[in-house]
């Protein structure tokens, strides 16, 4: 599967930005999906992780209650809608995916397949 990540962008802290990423080249609901980040010099997080048909989804602790994840299987496409930003947000933000058809979970760490990443730059 492909994955194209968008929607990074540069937003005052406060702010709110959705990412999108749209997969293509295997059937969408095969996949647990999941949002990463990485901010310069530091580790690649996890952050929120989403089954196929959406009914389970998962949180990192440090963006819970601020970020939601969510799939439009229709689409092809998960989102991370990201509100009450923080400039210790800024990172580069990864989508990736998981073979996992029919999981009721999805792990935070066995991801295959990847996008690009979209920079988010959070000012203060």
């Known amino acids: 599967v492909q994955l194209q990540a968008s929607g990074g962008g540069l937003v005052q802290a406060g702010g709110s930005l959705r990412l999108s990423c749209a997969a293509s080249?295997?059937?969408?609901?095969?996949?647990?999906m999941g949002w990463f980040r990485q901010a310069p010099g530091k580790e690649r997080e996890f952050l929120a992780a989403?089954?196929?048909?959406?009914?389970?989804?998962y949180s990192a602790d440090s963006v819970k209650g601020r970020f939601t994840i969510s799939r439009d299987n229709a689409k092809n496409t998960v989102y991370l809608q990201m509100n009450s930003l923080e400039p210790e947000d800024t990172a580069v933000y990864y989508c990736?995916?998981?073979?996992?058809?029919?999981?009721?979970?999805?792990?935070?760490?066995?991801?295959?397949?990847w996008g690009q990443g979209t920079l988010v730059t959070v000012s203060s």
């Open positions: 990736a995916a998981s073979y996992n058809p029919f999981a009721s979970y999805c792990s935070r760490t066995e991801y295959n397949y």
């Open positions: 989403i089954n196929w048909i959406g009914s389970s989804t």
């Open positions: 080249g295997r059937p969408f609901n095969n996949y647990c």
